[in-house]
């Protein structure tokens, strides 16, 4: 597996899934950090730069980028690798600017009461006895190891805006023949500058030789280098948490059944509870027959799915990803961790 930092040398734009048409829509969303299906076409487009006879096979028979496969994903700031905060920690709701971190707590659901947000019943749910607030942003990699191993709280998440920053960019349209501003043609762009921020992911099925390629809208260019994976240590299951296991994505995911994988994604165990978050709406543009792709609704990184039962054939079958659709392209990461249950 190679695993590459990618460093902006400009302010980039990785466009939200809401349609955007100068002239119809005045304001185009931007998002960060981008789907890695963008960091995935950026890394064919990079190699076919570099042999350019081999475009004509490109989504034909015989592509020599049809192994590709994004592994590892992480972003590095600081000398620290991060990762998205887990959605099953909260943030203790207070008027003051203290901030008070915990874990949901795994227990029995009650009966007559129903999982309303995802359409079923689980037999249990993660509840906390205070009013909480989700704990959005990023955690280093010691203190994802640390919940991934014994389940603890991680130490203070990291807002995102530490390292990125919005510049919005404004435009015109022009008439082509005249050269004048067409009218309602006004637009914004939502950029993003990082600021000390690297987009590190890891790949293989591709050999790429250059230092620079283009990544996100307007094709502003990025330095690429080669790095090293972050040690991440999953846990085997252990008498301290009997039968019980999370499943964290680290990257969206996008699944059949919508919010949450299908029971033969993780064969011997079943969901038992699960936090997810608002799905994000991923799209796309085929460049083979010129037309967006059909939009889809994905899971977003941090959501967290509790099960019982074994791990080891999840890990057997699926050892990357979970995601049914856009596993090659880094949909659906995810990593194994313990459950601290105290009923």
Not at 175 to 198: C, I, S
Not at 313 to 328: F, M, Q
Request: hydrophobic residues 35%; contains cysteine.
């Amino acid at each position: 597996m190679e695993v590459v930092a990618l460093d902006a040398l400009d302010t980039l734009f990785f466009r939200d899934g809401k349609p955007f048409s100068m002239g119809e829509e005045t304001w185009a969303n931007g998002l960060f950090p981008p789907p890695l299906s963008v960091v995935y076409g950026a890394l064919r487009t990079a190699y076919f730069s570099e042999h350019i006879g081999e475009l004509k096979l490109a989504n034909e028979g015989g592509d020599p980028t049809s192994s590709l496969r994004i592994t590892f994903s992480a972003l590095y700031g600081g000398g620290r690798y991060y990762y998205p905060c887990p959605l099953d920690v909260v943030q203790k709701k207070s008027k003051t600017d203290k901030k008070e971190y915990s874990l949901l707590n795994l227990v029995e659901r009650q009966v007559g009461c129903c999982s309303g947000r995802y359409g079923v019943d689980l037999p249990m749910q993660l509840q906390s006895q205070e009013l909480v607030e989700e704990a959005s942003g990023l955690i280093d990699e010691i203190s994802f190891n640390e919940y991934l191993q014994s389940s603890t709280v991680p130490r203070y998440p990291l807002n995102i805006e530490k390292f990125v920053k919005e510049e919005p960019k404004v435009g015109i349209g022009r008439n082509n023949r005249t050269g004048a501003a067409d009218e309602g043609m006004l637009y914004r762009v939502g950029m993003t500058r990082m600021h000390q921020l690297k987009l590190v992911v890891g790949y293989s099925g591709l050999t790429i030789s250059g230092s620079l390629m283009r990544l996100g809208g307007e094709g502003k260019s990025v330095s690429k280098e080669r790095t090293e994976k972050p040690d991440v240590q999953e846990p085997k299951p252990s008498p301290k948490t009997g039968d019980f296991f999370k499943l964290y994505l680290a990257t969206p995911a996008i699944f059949k059944e919508g919010w949450r994988p299908a029971p033969e994604t993780v064969p011997g165990a079943r969901l038992v509870a699960a936090v997810v978050g608002k799905p994000l709406h991923i799209g796309g543009f085929d460049m083979k027959i010129k037309k967006p792709k059909p939009m889809q609704r994905a899971v977003p990184a941090g959501s967290v799915y509790y099960y019982q039962g074994e791990s080891e054939e999840l890990r057997r079958l699926h050892h990357y990803s979970i995601s049914d659709y856009g596993e090659k392209q880094g949909y659906g990461l995810y990593y194994i961790g313990n459950v601290n249950k105290d009923m």
